[in-house]
């Protein structure tokens, strides 16, 4: 599938199409990201096979070279069937596999794909950073000015630390937190997950629930003692932890909006009673954007909801694409980093110039009027056309988005937290998401992860989506 000329002066260049008549504000694209190396027409009609000989050729190969023949473990399709697509390129809000199979894309490579895959001004601009070298093992000037966007742009961040992943951001800024307060005991909540550290491993989600695995072996009771659990959405729960732990509790940490039990959002006034108690407490509050960070607003989920943490961690998008972490927050707190202050913590290919340079240009992007504006609407009638076409055909659906991510379960709703997402029919999404692979549409391939859009998503992306999913609901 791909998008095609169209009745509003559109020009299809690939995977993207052009809006001519549509004000400049509402599709922020680049003219440069409307192009491609080959220029391709596609046909309107569905491929008359579909085959993933190669893709399961390959992973019976990867079988034996790695362990569950992955690099991560949500990419085995444990919960949906089958093997896992081997993809071989993109472009765009699509994806080729290589079994020459097309697919729009609602993974993003995870949410960093904000502005569209290989984009042509982020390519280029790290071709040119590849002529000076890949990594430096120094300081470079590339880390100043992506920490000067950071900064600006986050409104907690007035010093940064960059790292190479959301997990090693996640680990660095706990430690800080128990540097900082002296106190050891942290709260997190069912579900939420914050990479895969020792202390982290606790009711956690991603993949951890995707696969129906326990709590992690060989992470030791010690390391996880300190580790306090609620369920989203529940203050109570929260305020009987800070009461039953007086002047132990480090910080709360959180994903503003989750992202790793599928898409759930916060109650109102949830994170304002967060933000209390662990003022009231003396504990730090923690913003997990790793997700959420440029991709709900400009200033992510806390500026978005108006709430300041303390600490900030982020990743995905502000690398681009390319391997990268960050945390930060009040500068009486980030001086406690080494070598600023005696919180150690270091990394060898941190700041890089290629991720820095990746998440400059994909921020600059970002920045243009009009849009997060046009990924709400977009992602908007996305959730909205899949829920129609759910409660069509005789489904229990629910859903819900904020600006460029989404998400969607197979029951009535309302979902509040972890325990609620377990309700929806696994095995249904099982089959609408096999369905819809050959359909061309790629979702995650899990329930219990939120789905992303992009700037490089068009309308004509949407209507084929959800016809796809009105044709696979009928069906299953």
């Not at 020459?100 to 894309?105: R, V």
């Not at 742009?153 to 430690?175: D, H, K, Q, W, Y």
């Not at 662990?278 to 997700?291: A, C, H, P, Q, R």
């Amino acid at each position: 599938m791909a998008a095609l000329i169209n009745g509003v002066g559109g020009v299809g260049f690939g995977s993207l199409t052009c809006y001519s008549k549509l004000p400049k504000t509402t599709l922020p694209l680049s003219r440069s990201s409307c192009s491609r190396v080959r220029m391709t027409v596609y046909a309107d009609d569905k491929q008359t096979s579909y085959t993933l000989k190669k893709s399961q050729e390959a992973f019976n190969d990867a079988m034996n070279l790695m362990p569950g023949g992955v690099n991560s473990p949500v990419r085995a399709f444990k919960s949906v069937g089958g093997k896992p697509i081997f993809m071989d390129s993109v472009k765009g809000s699509h994806m080729w596999d290589i079994d020459g199979n097309e697919y729009i894309d609602y993974v993003g490579s995870w949410g960093p794909a904000i502005i569209g895959h290989a984009d042509d001004e982020v390519l280029a601009a790290l071709a040119e950073t590849m002529k000076k070298g890949t990594s430096f093992g120094a300081p470079c000037l590339l880390e100043n000015v992506l920490a000067e966007m950071v900064i600006s742009a986050v409104p907690s961040i007035e010093m940064v630390r960059f790292v190479n992943s959301g997990t090693e951001a996640c680990m660095g800024v706990l430690r800080l937190a128990r540097a900082f307060t002296g106190r050891e005991k942290i709260i997190k909540f069912e579900g939420c997950y914050h990479g895969h550290a020792d202390p982290f491993l606790v009711k956690a989600g991603s993949g951890v629930v995707t696969l129906g695995l326990p709590d992690s072996p060989g992470v030791p009771k010690a390391t996880t003692s300190g580790t306090l659990t609620a369920p989203y959405n529940d203050i109570s729960a929260v305020e009987s932890l800070f009461n039953s732990n007086k002047g132990e509790i480090a910080a709360l940490i959180l994903e503003p909006v989750v992202g790793n039990s599928g898409f759930i959002t916060p109650k109102p006034d949830f994170l304002e009673a967060i933000r209390q108690l662990t003022k009231e407490n003396g504990s730090l509050l923690i913003f997990d954007e790793v997700m959420t960070g440029f991709r709900l607003s400009y200033g992510g989920a806390q500026e978005y909801f108006g709430i300041m943490p303390d600490l900030t961690t982020l990743g995905k998008i502000i690398g681009g694409g390319l391997p990268v972490g960050a945390y930060g927050g009040k500068r009486e707190i980030m001086e406690m980093v080494a070598p600023a202050g005696p919180m150690y913590q270091a990394g060898t290919l941190s700041g890089n110039p290629l991720a820095m340079t990746a998440g400059i240009q994909t921020l600059k992007r970002l920045k243009a009027p009009g849009t997060y504006e046009y990924l709400d609407r977009i992602t908007g009638d996305l959730v909205q056309g899949l829920l129609n076409a759910g409660k069509k055909t005789g489904h229990a659906i629910c859903g819900d988005h904020i600006r460029g991510m989404f998400g969607f379960f197979f029951t009535e709703g309302p979902i509040h937290n972890f325990d609620d997402a377990k309700k929806s029919d696994a095995a249904k999404f099982a089959r609408f998401y096999q369905g819809m692979l050959q359909e061309g549409v790629y979702f995650a391939p899990s329930q219990f992860e939120a789905g992303f859009t992009s700037l490089a998503h068009s309308p004509e992306d949407i209507k084929k989506t959800i016809a796809a999913a009105e044709k696979v609901l009928s069906e299953i």
